[in-house]
């Protein structure tokens, strides 16, 4: 079994016909850095032009991801010289998210302990998601002052409905792998530990299909599903540019860093 290196965080193996892309920085949590974001984008065109590879499992060591990394200098788009550049920063999430959409190959997201914010934003776009029992998801973006944005919204709406949706993403509450199987969010909930080993047996299946018709396939369904994506979430970029730029989310960031209730005031 072959291994290729993106960067620092991320891993690709090879079993035939399936690719394994491991995500590692070293600490179980994996935070989405700029770094690891870039690197995500990168190693998802490297799979644009690859006729062998008909199953992606994207996978991590330790928990799937912790979101966005509020402390990596990288995220901070105050260090932005003007609105352009600002814009430009944060072109970084959805690109990545679009990038792994893209992708012919059917992707396999394994899910371990927690998904987080981007992380989740990052899992909407798999075709399929495999949970360990114990995990969770949680979009903290809205208690955090934010919008959700990366192009997660409309995503989330074709595979949860409009009212789970809402509270997904405006509560910032967890679901629990058992509620997002219940609401399709999740595809298969396997016992802690052996979500990789059961997207693997997933991915198996698949790559032994006829690749033609599996990326035929692939692509009508998105197609109808997503028809109305861009026109819905263009300005999302704008939205959350915007919304950095509140009291809100001032007050939100500093109270998550010093572990209290924050206080809004709409400013």
């Known amino acids: 079994m072959s291994e290729t290196r993106i960067g620092d965080f991320i891993a690709i193996s090879r079993e035939g ?8 920085r070293g600490d179980g949590r994996n935070a989405l850095s700029r770094q690891l974001i870039l690197e995500l984008t990168e190693t998802a065109q490297s799979f644009v032009n690859d006729l062998e590879t008909h199953a992606i499992i994207l996978s991590a060591k330790g928990a799937f991801t912790a979101g966005a990394d509020l402390k990596d200098p990288g995220m901070d788009r105050r260090r932005a010289n003007g609105l352009l550049e600002r814009r430009h920063m944060v072109r970084i999430g959805p690109d990545m998210c679009d990038a792994w959409e893209r992708l012919e190959q059917v992707t396999i997201c394994a899910i371990e302990k927690y998904c987080i914010g981007g992380g989740g934003a990052l899992a909407a776009v798999c075709d399929f998601r495999i949970v ?13 002052g934010m919008n959700m944005s990366w192009h997660a919204v409309p995503r989330l709406v074709s595979l949860i409905g409009p009212a789970r949706t809402k509270r997904f993403v405006i509560f910032g509450e967890k679901v629990e792998a058992g509620e997002a199987f219940a609401w399709g969010l999740a595809d298969e909930i396997a016992p802690d530990g052996e979500t990789l080993l059961h997207a693997k047996e997933w991915a198996a299946r698949l790559a032994i299909l006829p690749p033609n018709a599996v990326r035929m396939t692939k692509q009508s369904v998105n197609a109808t599903a997503n028809a109305l994506h861009h026109a819905t979430t263009f300005m999302d970029l704008d939205q959350y540019a915007l919304a950095t730029t509140s009291e809100d989310y001032k007050e939100a960031i500093k109270a998550f860093l010093e572990k209290r209730p924050p206080k809004f005031t709409g400013r």
Not at 17 to 24: F, H, K, Q
Not at 133 to 140: D, E, G, K, V
């Open 132 to 144: 360990g029992q114990s995990a969770h998801f949680r979009l903290p973006e809205i208690p955090l």
């Open 17 to 24: 016909a399936v690719a394994i892309v491991t995500i590692d």
